[in-house]
């Protein structure tokens, strides 16, 4: 098995049982998830687009795949690993 390069950028915890590690495109429109804990065998996802939605005070605010995983940049933690 040929493990893929993953340059986290970022942490995002959902809960004290998981979260994700969050790396972003050169080009700062996607993003990759890795589960960070809360699992015996980490996954990395395809690339993810990050677009710009309305919240409920229509303000635009970055998302990580909206559709699915829906995670607001302002609430990813930027790391130095």
Sequence with gaps: MIMEDFNAHGSYT?????GYLVELSDCGDMA???DSFGSDNPQVSDWLDIE???NEDDDLIAV???NEHHIPLS???RINI
């Design 14 to 18: 959902i809960s004290n049982s998981g």
């Design 32 to 34: 990759r998830l890795k």
């Design 52 to 54: 710009f939605i309305s």
């Design 64 to 66: 990580i795949d909206p």
């Design 75 to 77: 609430e990813v933690i």
